[in-house]
């Protein structure tokens, strides 16, 4: 049986899931997914311990440089020891640390970014409402960040599966040989409910553990393969577990293949990525479109000793170590063709208290930097806001940590959009991010891959500052059509009667309704024009009503900067003709946009 039409491992896999209610049952997965043939892969780097990301990606210069230093007297980074990057999108000037010249290069060409001040929130946050919001529990825990980091808020508790697996489970390919999943530490993140990923090390893919290894359990395995007998059950059993051992000659003779990348540094976190490199480049192989990858490195729990002041420690060669590893995996896929197919990006328990500790060391904080690598990255500026560096009093502290102005979700969703999710299966697996949520955050996703753009806002009921007309009845005024009251209406007679709504604020409009007096038996002809100043009107809709209903009818429209509205009516097509013809009315209105 050749090994693409082997199952054990997927098999095996899939047995292993939970039994609960299966996403198929309740999202139909075929409708969701976009679709595609082309290749992709993402990497995540967890950084176990929770990196202190704001002595990795720091202020620049300027009044908040000087608040770091300020805040972190025994660990700063003076300026000879940090490398200007692109700016975030205000212009706030941004450095990295100077252990890693390499990932500074990959974003002066705009191959890799920064996204700052990002961390778990179940809501947009900050000082003025952060004790009236929904906050993660626990924000302190190693344990529970690290699943936060890797599941999604759904509604009320964190899901039960990785956000990455809950992703897998929506773009399913049966015909791989061998999960598309594939971890070389334990984690979260890669777990679905289908989906489960595959355990392999910097040495390999083994479908067995004891595999491989040259000890009395391997022996006598192939000793019992090689010595068939007992019941017909036992033979079968026994056949099975052949099985195992011509796949594994199998998966070996593919791996075997695509050596080691020696260009990459023998280091934990390069032979890491290494392997990760030689299953990209089995892919086709093993039948992959996609694949994601779950690769980690500890040691960032730095309450003490971090750095001395102008002395690097064991955090910046922790960086340095990240630095050589990622630029060189980056540089080995540039050389295959690869960079841009393949995502590498960084998580972490949470960042580290705004100010250092008396052990020059940090503790336990919220916001965090994050780093993206990859070809696709759409570089040449850093994504979100760096925060005021002041502990406490600051207008982005909570105590001595920094309150996230991005959500880790967000970071999430983009990624789960450029490897192929539609909107509503982002929606599904983060329902925190869905725009017709109250206290909505302003977009999905993020922008640092071109191909996720953000869907239109959700329109809303936008308010009505002043109505007037150019002629009115007395008793039937402009207001009463404002008024939310449908048993009252605006009346006038004669063509040409302009009809006018002063918005609050000016918006982007996509829908005008209302509702008219005999709309069931009548016709009615109105223009539509808009106006940012009240003077300079432009007709951008022609309407002529239905006349079957009396009810709240919606006509679409595009304006994207508008604070007027101007409705020219014209009559109607009474049946009974003569001066009802002339008459224009409206029992309510409403203008929808954002």
Known sequence: MSISRRQFIKSSAIATASTALPLSLTLPRHAFAAGGDDYKALVCLFLYGGNDSFNMIMPASGANYQNYVNARPDIHLSSAEMLA???????????????????????????????????????????????????????????????????????????????????MDLLPNESATVSESL?????????????QDLRISSDGVRAMDTLGHSNAVNNNFIK??????GSLFSQEYISRLKGVIDFQSELDSVMNNFPEDESIPASYLGGQCRMVKRMIQASE???????????????????????????????????????????????????EGLQDKV???????????????????????????????????????????????????????????FIPSTSSEQMAATL?????????????????????????FPSRYLGFLGEATEPPAVPEKLTIAKVFASDTRVDHTP?????????????????????????????????IKWSQQKGDVRQYFVDIAVSEDGINFTTISNITTPGNTSALIGFPISASNAKYVQLTCNGNNDPAGGRWVGWNNFREIEVWGS
């Open 183 to 195: 971890s070389l530490s334990g984690n979260e993140l890669l777990g679905g409910q289908n989906s």
């Open 285 to 335: 192989q093993l039948n992959h479109q996609r694949q994601v990858f779950f690769i980690s490195l500890g040691g960032f729990d730095n309450h003490s000793n971090q750095r001395n002041l102008n002395q690097p420690g064991k955090h910046d060669a922790l960086l340095a170590q990240i630095d050589t590893a990622l630029s060189a995996f980056y540089r080995s896929l540039e050389a």
């Open 85 to 167: 990057i692109p700016p975030t999108a205000s212009g706030q000037a941004t450095a990295i640390n100077s252990s890693m010249p390499n990932i500074a290069q990959l974003m002066a060409e705009e191959k890799a970014t920064a996204v700052v001040n990002v961390g778990t929130l179940l809501e947009p946050t900050n000082k003025g409402n952060i004790n009236s919001v929904r906050k993660p529990s626990n924000l302190g825990a190693h344990n529970k960040q690290q699943s936060a980091w890797q599941t999604a808020w759904n509604t009320s508790e964190y899901h039960s599966y990785g956000w990455a697996g809950m992703m």
């Open 343 to 401: 995502i590498t990006f960084t998580m972490s328990d949470f960042g580290r208290t705004i100010a250092n500790n008396s052990n020059r060391g940090t503790d336990h904080g919220w916001g965090s930097n994050q780093l993206i690598i990859g070809g696709a990255v759409s570089g040449g500026v850093t994504y979100g806001t760096l925060p005021e560096f002041i502990p406490t009093d600051g207008q982005d502290a909570t105590g001595n940590k």
């Open 224 to 229: 019992l393969v090689d010595q068939p007998y």
């Open 479 to 511: 207001e009463m059509a404002i008024d939310g009251d449908d048993t009252t209406r605006w009346t006038a007679h004669g063509l040409g009667i302009t009809y006018t709504l002063e918005l609050a604020a000016a918006a982007a409009i996509s829908e």
């Open 416 to 440: 789960c959009k450029w490897f192929g999710l539609s909107d509503n299966s982002v929606d599904y697996i983060f329902p925190s991010l869905n725009p017709a949520n109250d206290n909505r």
